[in-house]
Structure formats: structure tokens, C-alpha cells
């Protein structure tokens, strides 16, 4: 209760983060537009004069389409929409308290062992051919980068979106890449170790071969190899 002279005190309200502005404008341009999967967005300079924001906060926005799946960056080319969006679409942005470094890399790792395994699993269930030459393309790809300087980050993220796409849900892609995303700068180097995770390069064909040969209880338990390192990895590496 207040006395008569007293007034209950009003926060004033935070100004919109400046890239949930773009992303709400962008998503709300190809809705009226009725942009398709496959049309090609304005350029970075466009979009940076019509929304009166700098390069970073585009690139920022792109990236975000792209951890959710809808939209591509071609090198030399430019940024193309896969799926459509409208100002209906559903995002879910991951929220992760990163002082600790650690714990969060080792809370987001639980939760990533039940989502990847069944992401693994479905893959294995329902892979196309396509799915598995494309599969396969990737985790060659991988294996000579890897033998040929010691690590494959880049290769290594190719393989596994690779596999979520065999399950033909396009969420186990949003949710595992956001993920991904949250960590980035992280990822980039973990520790400072270039052989963050090197011991799981051998489970990758294995999980490949379990998913072709449609063994959902193989390509799980390959899956687990490959987490199991990455926690240990992230617990010895950063004492």
C-alpha cells in the first residue's frame, strides 16, 4: 500500500534490441512480398540503407535465418530463401547463461544427447538415397580435411546437418544448429585446442554406416561415442 505522497515506481521500458527489429521487419518483407523458396533477398547495401542499421546487425540477422534453416548464403552470389516465412513463423531463440563457459557447454550437451540421438535415429529410419550420397559427400569431405590438417570444424558441422536433413523435420536442424550458434565464437577454437573432440573422428562413419544400414539402435549408440568424447574433452580442457 502507498501513502498519498508516495508514487510506485514505473521502469521505463528497455528499447527493442535492434536485431529482433530486423528480424521481424525481414520476416515481415518476404511475407508481403511472398518471397519463395529459392528467390533471391536484397543485397546486404539495400537492406542496410532501407532498415537504417549497420553491416553487423544484417550479417547477425542472416545468421540467425540460417541456424533456423530458411535461408542460405551463396559465396559471390548472394542470400537465398529455402522456406518461406511469414510474420507468423515461429522462432525460437535459445537463451544460455555463458559466464561459465563451461557449465553451459555441459548443461546444453544433455540436453543435446537426447535431440541429436533421436535426430540419428529418425535419420536411420527414413534416409532417401539422396540423403545418403549426400551423407556421404560430407564425411569424406570431413575425413580428408581431417587427415589433411588435423581437424575438420567446418567439414565436421556439414556432416551433421547433413544427417538432420535425413529426417526430413526440419526442426531437429533449427533446434541443434541454434545451439550450435549460441557457442559460435567457442566453437571456432574450443579451449584453444586444436584437438578439441579429435578421439569421436572415427565414430562418424561408424554412426554413417549404422544410418545407412537403417540400425536405429547403432546409429544411437554412435551418437553417444561421439557426445561421450566431447564431454570429456570439455571437462579436461578446462581445468
Known amino acids: 500500500m502507498t501513502t498519498p505522497n508516495t508514487k510506485p515506481l514505473i521502469a521505463p521500458l528497455p528499447p527493442m534490441d535492434r536485431a529482433r527489429q ?4 525481414l520476416a515481415r518483407y518476404i511475407d508481403q512480398a511472398r518471397l519463395a523458396a529459392g528467390d533471391r ?59 561459465n563457459v563451461r557449465d553451459a557447454l555441459l548443461q546444453t550437451l544433455e540436453v543435446r544427447r537426447g535431440i541429436e540421438c533421436e535426430a540419428c535415429m ?14 556421404e559427400a560430407k564425411l569424406d569431405e570431413m575425413e580428408r580435411v581431417h587427415l589433411l590438417k588435423g581437424t575438420a570444424g567446418e567439414e565436421d558441422l556439414a556432416f551433421h546437418l547433413a544427417i538432420y536433413d535425413a529426417t526430413h523435420n526440419p526442426l531437429f536442424r533449427q533446434l541443434l544448429e541454434q545451439m550450435r550458434e549460441a557457442f559460435e565464437r567457442f566453437w571456432e577454437k574450443p579451449f584453444d585446442r586444436p584437438d578439441f573432440a579429435r578421439r569421436s573422428f572415427p565414430y562418424h562413419r561408424t554412426l554413417f554406416n549404422a544410418i545407412v544400414a537403417q540400425d536405429t539402435e547403432a546409429a544411437r549408440r554412435e551418437t553417444l561415442k561421439i557426445l561421450d568424447v566431447v564431454e570429456e574433452d570439455i571437462k579436461e580442457m578446462s581445468k
Open 22 to 25: 530486423v528480424t521481424e521487419s
Open 122 to 135: 529418425v535419420a536411420a529410419r527414413r534416409r532417401t538415397a539422396n540423403d545418403i550420397a549426400n551423407m
Open 41 to 99: 533477398l536484397p543485397a546486404e547495401r539495400e537492406l542496410m540503407a532501407a532498415l537504417g542499421v549497420g553491416r553487423s546487425t544484417i550479417r547477425e540477422v542472416i545468421r540467425h535465418f540460417q541456424a533456423l534453416g530458411v535461408m542460405e548464403t551463396r559465396k559471390g552470389s548472394g542470400t537465398y530463401l529455402l522456406k518461406p516465412i511469414t510474420s507468423a513463423t515461429i522462432h525460437m531463440p535459445l537463451s544460455v547463461e555463458t559466464a
